[in-house]
């Protein structure tokens, strides 16, 4: 056990709004041997809440912890290849996720692309992942493709991450009967919460019906400003509605995660002692620390 605290001063959480001492999550022992991998995706219906960002940057520091981390893109914008360097709108349709969704006998080793970060791979995709969605609802087991590839993977990574589109579509339904768990990146904005509440109650439809495992793993608060006043009173009514389920760490505002996607590279390494790249390092251990990921 890493005797040394691990306390960020530069990370906000949800501990310092309500005047509490902030949990010191520990940096865990290596993943367990053997294990599948733990599938979580990002999402939410509300567009541009920090879910692409989330997603890359939450991997990239899991393979700090030295885990084997896979990433999905899964919206046609291919936001999250083109954050980690690859514009996908220029790769083949063979070589993008949507071929591997849509045929089991396709080579995934030949459309997995590794990031710059070591351990961090990636499943591209571009705007030819669109038509599937009227594709994966006329498929009979059509909402269970996306599961179907992953099962072939999950032996070879410690988490796998996907993506997911700003919309309750096919795509989207996918995603969630994958998933083990689901991480919610939310803007602390007034229609925040009414926005969230929708959300869960799609989250129930798909364990109902599809996926009775899938789990809430944790509501991200991302874009914070301290300063503020809605975005306290907003994540404050939301810590009162759902204490259980928010994760303590916050990810602030800043300047930095914009000028990732131009650099094509997770904060961990392109601005590696920020404040924004210390937050995504507490969440890896807070997701660990809440069983999320091994
Ligand atoms: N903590 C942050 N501080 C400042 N800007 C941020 C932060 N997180 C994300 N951004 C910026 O906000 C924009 C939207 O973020 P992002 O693409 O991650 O959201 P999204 O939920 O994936 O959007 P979409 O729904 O369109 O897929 C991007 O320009 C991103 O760089
Ligand atoms: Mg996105």
Request: charged share 20%.
């Amino acid at each position: 056990m890493n005797a040394k605290s691990t306390i960020e001063e530069d990370v906000a959480t949800t501990a310092n709004l309500l005047g509490k001492t902030p949990k010191d999550f520990r940096v865990p022992s290596a993943p367990k041997d053997g294990l599948p991998a733990k599938v979580i995706a990002l999402f939410n219906q509300k567009g541009g809440v920090g879910k692409t960002t989330s997603t890359i940057n939450l991997g990239a520091a899991l393979t700090e912890l030295g885990r084997k981390v896979l990433l999905v893109d899964f919206d046609p914008q291919g936001g999250l290849s083109l954050g980690l360097g690859v514009n996908a709108h220029s790769l083949p349709l063979e070589q993008t996720v949507y071929y591997a969704l849509m045929d089991p006998s396709a080579d995934v080793d030949q459309i997995i692309l590794k990031s710059s970060v070591p351990g961090l791979d990636f499943l591209p995709a571009n705007r030819d992942l669109g038509t599937a969605e009227t594709t994966l609802g006329a498929e009979i087991g059509g909402q269970q493709f996306l599961k179907r590839t992953l099962n072939t993977l999950k032996d070879r990574y410690d988490v796998i991450l996907i993506d997911c589109q700003p919309t309750m579509g096919q795509l989207t339904i996918n995603a969630l009967v994958a998933a083990d768990e689901v991480i919610v990146p939310l803007q602390c904005e007034y229609f925040a919460l009414h926005g969230f509440i929708e959300l869960k109650g799609n989250l129930d439809k798909v364990k109902n019906f599809l996926n009775p495992q899938l789990k809430l793993i944790g509501i991200l608060a991302t874009m914070y400003e301290r300063k503020t006043v809605h975005n306290r009173e907003v994540l404050t009514t939301i810590l009162e509605k759902y204490p259980e389920d928010v994760f303590e760490t916050i990810i602030a505002k800043t300047i930095r995660f914009p000028e990732t996607t131009v650099v094509g590279e997770p904060i961990t390494t392109y601005a590696s002692s920020s404040g924004g790249a210390n937050s995504y390092r507490r969440l890896a251990r807070e997701l660990i620390a809440r069983g999320g990921a091994r």
